[in-house]
Every structure is written in structure tokens, then in C-alpha cells.
């Protein structure tokens, strides 16, 4: 370089050098005023990321937390739309039952970083809803938790049913301490929140027969049932028939009508839907039930039987009261057991 | 202030400039981000890309009228372009400057000397420049080769893919670039050779610089010298940075403009900026060999052509060449491309790659999707890359047009590619093992993928309930985003091609019509 | 300017001289820029040059529409057909360049039916000569490679030596066009190159049966003139044929009914797929042919969604019968 030389710049061009030096500062000026007026990319991915609704979690539901314990992380939120994007393929089985919010938050019991439990509260909009998935989630090996309106316990897990909300507390590990850190939250969390209609599952379940049930094997299925779009709402429970296994299938309508014409939807599925075959009933017994023999829609006190090939299924109708036999190993066992199930209906819960 | 100290605030703060705006180019609000940047600027100020595209296309893109800016400039005071504005050159000189402590003054002189070799770089220009026009084309469009080494491109390029992914600067998470080792090769060998010859790479190989010497031939003015008062002690030569003799015979043309003549030249500074032509002489031209020429002229007429016949532009389309949503059709792709990777810079995912041999050499450096190497597919609601391009070649497009929403509802959805499950590798197509992570993550609402549902029997009794992908032509639109989640990370069980993208009209997989 | 001569000009007017060139020269780029300015995006189908590739070469001189005739020589049978529509020379005058559409589409030879009979190209060729065409030129897009198409159906060599001109397209030969009031010809390459000058078009086809259509004959050959991957359109094969008849008026056809392919149409393969059906239709309205063409295959036109529908869209009459055709029978070979 050359701060060794010994040139002086005359007038015209020190005033070259000085216009150059403007115009490079005006172009520093104009990027700096241009920066300010976003590229549509960003203007796009800004809009979206606005629009996301807020993923902080409600902390009327999540906080306070009990003594020694302390969140993890921040709390979270999630909508139908995102749900998936916590639960991933899961989000199907809450979605189809209603679902509305998500708000989830871990805590950490006591001082150990390694022993912590997810707290999810899951909005589902209605009692019956909040039911509905609890009990299709329920292990076989769940053991009665006795709080809120329903609930279970399983190796690392708690789940509740308090009004419309769906509760799991899943721990990090399995440990009886991390369990019962898990109880102290969920009473904590029925303690605290309001509800104004609790779930009232007691009646169809009572009705359910009590003998060979498969324990706790009585769920509230909320859509698809059977497989048919159409037939939602249902009750189901497993019994053990020898060796195999039959379910029963009960739900209550709002009135006798709407019971009909769901049986002869559900009747209609079967043969149509499912390739069934129906069979006149062979000795169906019981007190002021009309003829067998009949092949058309069912009316009150009658009984449909399809054959479907791989089991037997079996319809009626009892006030109310939509319910029935799917995949018995006989006719003979699918009649009995509907046998069973109307005397449950038409006469109470013993 | 001297004129050598305007240039070098002026060098000084374009190099800045340039490469403040490759760490900004990346999506985002941040101060560190896109913004408003005008990080398509350099490019935008690039004659040679607007000579190349106008041969190419027969038209001027609209982007690109600072281009006419940087040519008034250069028909009006010559080659100030390189001398003070291009990034790439102030990298050369300073590289080359770094070296001024290894060579006696008696060798730097040596160094400066004007070398016949520097009629490269036009014969280089001719080539591309022909290869742009193609005359011997029957149809269609031509193909641009200038951001092979045009340097306004190249440095985008290095910087941004090699450079800065190298020093861990200007992008959230760790980004790959395949192919990037010959970029970041190629542009070191490039900036080292200086240590040999300063600014080696603009004094032999530019083209762009070759095109502002051919443009600034008009120039009024320019570095002269006079005569009576010049004692022929060639210190003019001593930090010379075009090779140029200012003492005369003076090679017009290859004058960057740099000025450190005026100040070596000692006691009564004969050596000035005067009106043309010097009175030491001049050289308006260096010359091509009648050889050299004919090379360059056959070279650039043939290429083309020869480069078409292996039917990469017809029926043998390279099917795994996925290009960004918004590129323009093949043919005119390849006459706009100038290879300056922004749209591989910009992508959010890192999906946009620089494409290497393997679709062709025309393809080279060109933008093509890998769904493998990025963090997930093509976003569905990003316009990142078009709006990075300077030429066109991807279309700045509007989210509406990208996503098929008014008023764009009649064409539908912008397709890239078809998606196909593999189903020899499928989990539960291949494997009777459930899994249907890439119908859950389909990102388009109907999705794409559906599902079909069978009871299969297991080995050893009881049967599987599984769920088997299937993908609709008619919704697929190409983003990869399955392919991406796949969980066979090796040969996915799902994979995306070029079919049916719309951009090309003879790659419709199924009747599509118009409403 | 040299080293030599430094005083060619004086250093002012020298001056003066660069100074105006740099002038010129930046107004010159300007100037050339404006030119070329782009002002509509690239890559915009929607501004693409909306060509309209409809041609009609409608007869100008009136007359009977449609002749049927019967006979076992094609040649004969042709003539007998023409010279009941008032002669070639109704259709073709002095000077005309005409183009004969052939259907060349597979490369099988000619006693298999499914291409253009080459003495009957040949025929059509030595008449329009006859009546004074300058020149004819015979053309068809086939779906196998157009040069062994036009030699192994023996068409190349019957045209050649009968005193006209083959086109065998190639891609440059097709421009993209958009069909006015269609859904499927949009921004289609439609085979344009060789109708520069042409002033009347013949189509000339044998009856064919075809899977998906129903038949091939005088509307689906103009098939021909699409380019493109055009297999795609048999997923809408009726809404295409109709477009066909939008796109192209002749000024008469051929529908070659001497022996018609009964089954496995398009493509046929076995003389057993062939009936002798001794029939041969000229006529200016493809559909009313076509509707005829039907019988020769015992079926009506109502069997023929495409041919019902161009009806019904007024492109042709499919009651052959209220245009009175008339019958002739071509003397015995």
C-alpha cells in the first residue's frame, strides 16, 4: 500500500473520491431501509407463525403443583389440528371422540431429574366423551385407582375421568414412588377444577350381566363400531364362552324409535356392508317376544341373527335400549347370550 | 482523499456488504435474517447475467435492470465494475496483497506484466456467450453456462454453501450440501492461486470481466500516460492489478480501475485518468489467436447440441431430477439458471440441493430436491426459493398459486413430483409390521396417502391388523415430507420422481382437466 | 488507433469522438433493453401464445355429402364414391396442396387391416395429381416409429411412386395449441409444421373396432395429429374424440369399409379379426360416415358415446340416412 507516496490529490479528485464515498454510504442507507419492508418468503412464514394458536398450556389446570415437585420445561397446548404433532398417530383415537384441547406439562417429583410424570389434560368436550376414552384405553391389567369419577391405575400410569376432562399422568419409570407423585397431582388437579356434569356410565354398566365378564373389559365405544360409520355410542363387553371369547353390545337412546332405527341400520351393515347372511332365530325365549321366523326389519322384542360367516351376531331392541351378540362361536351361543342380555335390560341389574 | 483510498472504502464495504447478505439469506424476521435483505442484489448488478439470460431468452428480465446500471458505468469510465465493486475481485487483491512482503519489488513488477494468456478469459466468454445464442438450435430454448464461472455466482455459491457451513455461521441447524466439497474446492483453488499471480483468476479466466473490457472499450476516459514526462521506470507496474502497463503500450481492456498507478507513479506522476487514447498507446483489445478463436467459436456452437442429445430435455428426462416449486419448464430452466445456489441457500429444510453430474453436466450446480439429506420435505407453505432467484428461473410465486387457492383454485396445487410406495420395502406392505408414518405425516388435507386395511396372518398364528399406504395421483403434489419420514433410512419404503409435476406438461401422470 | 499515429485526430475532437460513442452506445443499451423488457412473467402458461390449432378445409362447392359404395376393387370403389359427389375435381382444383391423413399408426402390414390400404392412398394420391394439386403430401404421428410405420404398411413406397410427398413428423414439426372450447387440447402440441400452404385435407382410414372407444375410423384418425405423451387421453377417450372433430374440418374422408376389423381393434393381428365387408364411404361430414361405418360392425351409432356426443354438439349428422347418400356399386375387378 501507499501511505509512502507522496501524491497530493488535486480538486477534482478528492471531489471524485468524496461523491464515491456518498454514493457507497447511500447504498449502505438504502439497504438498511430496505431490509424493513419484508421479502413475501418471510412475510409468508411470518403470517403462519402468527396464526399458530398460542401453545402455552392453561395453568388453572396444570399449576399448583404439590410440595417438592417442580416443572420441566414449558407448559404446552394443542388444538385438533395440532394434536398430532404431540401424539402423533394417537391424535385418531381422541379426535374421533370429540376432542377439543390438549394442555400437557411435565413435573418432577422431588429432587431426582430422572423420575418426572407427564401430566396430560385432555379437553374432550362432553362427560360421556372423557368416558369413552378412558375406558377404550383401559389395560386389561388396570386396577381401580378409586378417585375422581372414574379411574385406573397400570404399571407406570394414572388416568381419570373428571367431568369433561380426561386426565393421564404417565411416569418416567415405573418406581411406586413415581405412582404415588402421580395420585398426589391427580387428586390435586379433581381438588381444584370445576366441573359442571359428571359422567353417569353407571347405568348401562350396571346393566352389562355381571357373570364371566372379562374384568374391566367394559369400554364405551365412541364411533366406528363394529366398523359402521353410522353406529356410534356404543357399550361393548367381553365374556368368556369356554374357551373363546363373545361380546355383548348395549346402548341406551333417547327414545324407543331412534333405538329401531339404529338396529335396522346396524341390521342393514351387516348383511350388506359386512356380506352377513341372515337366519331365522331358532329358540329364542322370552317373555312377550313375538314370532321367529321373520326376515325384515326388526321390530320391538324381535330378534335378528346374521351369520357372518366367521361368528354370529345378534340384534334387538328392548325399550330404549339398542343391544345385541357380535361374534359368537354358535348360533346357539349368540341367542343365549342375548337371551341373558335382555333379561338384564327388561328386569334391572342384579 | 486520494481516489485509491475511495476504492478501497469502497471494495471495502461491498465485500462486507456481500457477505453480511449471504449470512442473512436465510428465512426468518431476525436481524440476522432475510428481512427485507436484498440478497439477490450482487446478482441483480451482474451484466453477465442479464447478457446470458437475454441471449437465452430474447428477453430482458425485469429484475435485472441494475445490470444496465453497472454497463452505463462501464461504457462510461471502464472497468470500475472489477475494480471496485466485485466481491470476488477484492478477495483476489487482498489475497494477492497479503503477498507483497514475499517478492522483491523487481519480482511483483515481473508479476504485473501483461501475458498474452489474458485473451482467455474472451475466448471463455465467446464459448458461453455462443453456447447462449446457439444458433444451430432448431427449437427451443438455449442453455446458459455462464454461472459455471461467472464470479458473481461462483462466490454466492462458495460463500454461501461451502464457506459459511464450514464456519458454522448464518443458519439455525447444521445444513449439508451435496457436492459441496468441489464448490469449496474449486473457489479455494481459485483464491490461493493469487498467491502465484495476483488476481490470476480475473486477469485469465473471467468472463464477466472479459465482457466489461469488450464493453469499456468506449470509454472516454481511462489510465493514460504522458509522454514527455515518463522515465519508463515501470513502478506503475509494481501494485498493478490488471496486468495492463500503464507506461504504455496500454492494454485497455484489462485496466481494473484499481488506481495504485497513480500513486507509484513518481515525481511528476505522468501516469493519470486522462481522456483516451494514452499517449504511451494503446491496446483497445488483446488478441485471440486465429486459433483460439475458432476453438471458442466451435466449442460454443456444438456444446449445446451435443450436450441435448443425450435426450435430457425429451424422452429420456432424468426422472430423479425434482425440481423446486415454481422452476420454470426444463428448457427455459436451463436458460435462466445461472447456478448461484440462492434457492439452495434459502431453503428452510435444506431439500434444495445443488444438483451434480448426474443429471447431465447442464445440470450442474442447478437446484434439485433431495428429501434425504434435509430436516424434512418441501414445505407446504414456503415460497423461500423463488423469491431467492434473480433470474426467473424459479417464479417468485404468491402462497396462493403454490398452494392451488383463489384465484389459482382451476390449476390446482403446484406439483413437484409424484410419491410411489416401494412395496417390496414398505413395512407393512413388504414386512407385515404396522407402520403409516407417511400417511400421518402427508401434509396436504385430503391426504395423499390412503390407507388400505387387512387382517394378515401371522407366522405362527393370529393375524396383524395393518395398514397399507397408498398414494393418489390426483392429491400428491410431490414434497417429499413421507419420503423424508420414512423410517427405512436407507432406500426409503416411499419415494418421490419427477412424474407428474406441473411445470412439464408431458410429464402428466393422469388426465387432468381444466375447468 | 496505433501506437504510430497519435496525432490522427487532435486530443479534443478525439475526445469529443469516444464521448459521443459512449453516449451512443449507453442510449443503444437502453434502448435494446427496452426492447426486450419482459413484462410478462416466465414460465406463464397462461401468457403463453394462445395458438388456435382448428383447421378447416370445408369443400366451398356444394353438393351430395355422402356416397356409399359397394364393390371388392378399392380403387374402383373410390371412384365409383367420388364420381358420385360430383368428381375429385369438386374437391381438388389446379394449384391446391393437399394433404392426405393416412392412419399409419402401427407398423403391420397391409392385409392386417389395421392401417390405410397403400393402393388406396396411392389412388387418392394419382387422383388429386389428376386434378391439378401442385403437390400431396401424406402424413400421420404413428404410435411406433413413423419410418417403419410408412415402409412396413407399404404406404411410404405406394404414395412415392403414385407422385406424392411423405411428411414424417418430428417434434419440432408440433406447436402447442389450445382448442377453443376444449378441456383436453390446452397447451397441447398439435402437428403443425407441414400444413404451411396446405389448402385441403383428406383423411383416408379402414373400419376398425377399438376397445376403448367403441371403433376407430374417420373421427379418431385424426388422433394422428396430436403430439405429446397423448396415451393419457385415452383416459377420457369419447371427450377426446369429440375434440378431434372440433379441431379438424376436412374437406372430405374415406372411410375404408372393404374389410372391416371386427375385434381386438385397434391393433388387430390375426386375419380372423377381419370380415369382408365390401364397402367403401366418401363423405364431407366424418360423423354421418362414421355413424355408417357403425353398421359395417353391426352396431348403430348409439353404441358410440363419442359419435353421440359430437352429434349432439352439432358437428356432423349421425343420420346418415336424411342425407341421402348415394349407393353405387363399383363394376366387378
Known sequence: MHSTSTRIPGPGEKAVSASVVVVVAGVLVGMFLQQARFSPAVQVAGALAAAAPASVGRQDLLSPWPAGSAPMGASEAFSAATLSDKIDGKAELYLSAGFVRLDCQRIRMGADPDSWIEMFVFDMGTPSNAFSVWSSQKRPDASDAGLADYSYRAENELCLVHGKFYVEMVGADARPSTLQGAEGLARAFVDRTAVTEHANMGSEQALFPKENQIPGSVALVSSDVFGSDRLKSVFLGRYKEGADEVTLFMARRNAPANALREAADLRTFLVQDCGGKEVAPKGFQSPGIADAGRTHAPSAGALTIVDMGGGFDAVFVSGPYLAGVHQAASQAVAERWADILRRRIEGGPR | MRITTARRIAQGVFFGLFVWLCIASAVGTGWWQWRGWPIRWFLELDPLVAVGTALTTHSFYPQLGWALAVIVLTLLFGRVFCGWICPFGALHQFTGWLTRKWRRPKQRIDANQYHPAQAWKYAILLSLLIAAASPLRRTAMASLQTGLLDPIPLIHRSVNLAVLSVLGIGSAGERFYSGAGLIGGLFLTFVLLNLAVPRLYCRFVCPLGALLGLIGRLAPWGIGVRKATCTECRLCDLNCEGACQPQGPFHASECLMCMNCLDDCPSEHPVRYLPRPSQGGEIPLPGISRRGFVASVAAGLVAVPLARLNGSTARNWPAGLIRPPGAVAEEEFLARCVKCCECVRVCPTNAVQPAGFEFGWEALWTPALNYRIGTSGCQLDCIACGHACPTGAIRPLSLAEKRGQAPFEDSGPIRIGLASVDRGRCLPWATGRPCIVCQETCPVSPKAITVEEVDQPMEGGGTVHLQRPMVDPARCIGCGVCEHECPLSGVRGIRVVADNETRQLDHAVILHHEK | ?333
Open chain 3, 1 to 333: 488507433m496505433n501506437a504510430e499515429n497519435p496525432e490522427a485526430l487532435t486530443p479534443r475532437r478525439e475526445f469529443l469522438r469516444r464521448g459521443l460513442q459512449a453516449a451512443a452506445a449507453v442510449a443503444a443499451t437502453g434502448g435494446l433493453a427496452a426492447w426486450l423488457w419482459n413484462r410478462h412473467p416466465p414460465g406463464d402458461f397462461s401468457r403463453q401464445a394462445v395458438f388456435d390449432p382448428r383447421r378447416d378445409f370445408s369443400p366451398r362447392v356444394g353438393g351430395p355429402r355422402m356416397s356409399i359404395a359397394t364393390g371388392h376393387d378399392r380403387s374402383r370403389m373410390l371412384d365409383g364414391a367420388l364420381k358420385a359427389l360430383g368428381g375429385i375435381g369438386r374437391f381438388i382444383a389446379p394449384g391446391d396442396r393437399v394433404m392426405i391423413k393416412v392412419n399409419a399408426a402401427f407398423a403391420t402390414p397391409a392385409a392386417l387391416a389395421a392401417t390405410t390400404h397403400p393402393e388406396l392412398a396411392a389412388a387418392l394420391v394419382r387422383l388429386c395429381r389428376a386434378a391439378g394439386a401442385s403437390s400431396v403430401l401424406v402424413t400421420d404421428n404413428p404410435i411406433n416409429d413413423p419410418a417403419s410405420c410408412f415402409e412396413l404398411t407399404g404406404i411410404g413406397q405406394a404414395v412415392r411412386q403414385a407422385g406424392g410427398d411423405l411428411f414424417l413428423p418430428s417434434t419440432g414439426a408440433f406447436r402447442r395449441g389450445s382448442l377453443p372450447g376444449g378441456k383436453l387440447i390446452r397447451n397441447w402440441p398439435v402437428l403443425n409444421e407441414p400444413f404451411t400452404g396446405i389448402t385441403k385435407l383428406i383423411g383416408v382410414t379402414p373400419v376398425k373396432n377399438h376397445q376403448r372407444a367403441g371403433a376407430s375410423m374417420t373421427l379418431k384418425n385424426w388422433y394422428g395429429l396430436l403430439g405429446g405423451r397423448r396415451n393419457q387421453f385415452h383416459q377420457d377417450i369419447d371427450g377426446i374424440i369429440v375434440e378431434l372433430a372440433m379441431l379438424i374440418r376436412p374437406t372430405f374422408v374415406v372411410l375404408d369399409g372393404t374389410q372391416s376389423m371386427m375385434t381386438n381393434g385397434p391393433t388387430g393381428g390375426s386375419l380372423a379379426d377381419l370380415k369382408d365387408t365390401h364397402t367403401l364411404i366418401v363423405s364431407t361430414d366424418p360423423v354421418a360416415a362414421d355413424a355408417y361405418g357403425s353398421t359395417l360392425l353391426d352396431k348403430t351409432f348409439r353404441d358410440l358415446p363419442y359419435l353421440v356426443r359430437a352429434a349432439e354438439l352439432g358437428l356432423g349428422t349421425a343420420d346418415f340416412e336424411s342425407l341421402h347418400p348415394i349407393r353405387v356399386e363399383a363394376a366387378p375387378s
